[in-house]
T-cell receptor, first 108, second 114 residues
Framework: GQNIDQPTEMTATEGAIVQINCTYQ??????LFWYQQHAGEAPTFLSY????GLEEKGRFSSFLSRSKGYSYLLLKELQMKDSASYLC?????????FGQGTELSVKP | DAGVTQSPTHLIKTRGQHVTLRCSPI?????VSWYQQVLGQGPQFIFQ???????GRGNFPDRFSARQFPNYSSELNVNALLLGDSALYLC?????????????FGSGTRLTVV
């Protein structure tokens, strides 16, 4: 089967750190993406993990454990503009399977 | 370089009508995928095309069809529109068919069926 679970909503304070968790179950897996999507706009690429471990890119980091079917996105030094939906997505041989998204609200 | 371009940006159609949505991938990208995003949900896979051949089809009725042209642009066609087809339709462009180099999304076509 194909299943992705991530929290529906999260709230954090400007300047803080937030971790968005994602678990997945799949019979075929090529890698895991995280995308950011502002309301009414296209998803934009944040990270892609193929192997286990942590990938760091500026204020954003993403972690993958293939054996546990688990990933997280870590956002540091939160800014108001980080308020958006964060989509956990796995790549199944070129077909992207999206979670429902986590709506992050950053408060002053 | 232009990114992924989709047209039209917005569209209003009546139930039972037909619609054609268009997508031009990033120059050099040979794969185009289509996704449907209903409000409040993540995008759902509809089709993937690579080198003008269909590589995958999601769980959508036969009213949905697509094709890719020699210049790698693509069209998504939906016949006999239903109210439930109202959604944001996203096109994703990638260098090859496995997604190993990532995907770039267009801004989408917002389809409203009344």
């Amino acid at each position: 089967g194909q299943n992705i679970d991530q929290p529906t909503e999260m709230t954090a304070t400007e300047g803080a750190i937030v971790q968005i968790n994602c678990t997945y179950q799949t019979s075929g897996f090529n890698g895991l993406f995280w995308y950011q999507q502002h309301a009414g706009e296209a998803p934009t690429f944040l990270s892609y993990n193929v192997l286990d471990g942590l990938e760091e890119k500026g204020r954003f980091s993403s972690f993958l454990s293939r054996s546990k079917g688990y990933s997280y996105l870590l956002l540091k030094e939160l800014q108001m503009k980080d308020s958006a939906s964060y989509l956990c997505v796995y790549n199944q041989g070129g077909k992207l399977i999206f979670g429902q998204g986590t709506e992050l609200s950053v408060k002053p | 370089d232009a990114g992924v371009t989709q047209s039209p940006t917005h569209l209003i159609k009546t139930r039972g009508q037909h619609v054609t949505l268009r997508c031009s991938p990033i120059s050099g990208h040979k794969s185009v995928s289509w996704y449907q995003q209903v409000l409040g949900q993540g995008p759902q896979f509809i089709f993937q095309y690579y080198e003008k051949e269909e590589r995958g089809r999601g769980n959508f009725p036969d009213r949905f069809s697509a094709r890719q042209f020699p210049n790698y642009s693509s069209e998504l066609n939906v016949n006999a529109l239903l109210l439930g087809d109202s959604a944001l339709y996203l096109c994703a462009s990638s260098l090859e068919g496995q997604g190993n180099y990532g995907y770039t999304f267009g801004s989408g076509t917002r389809l409203t069926v009344v």
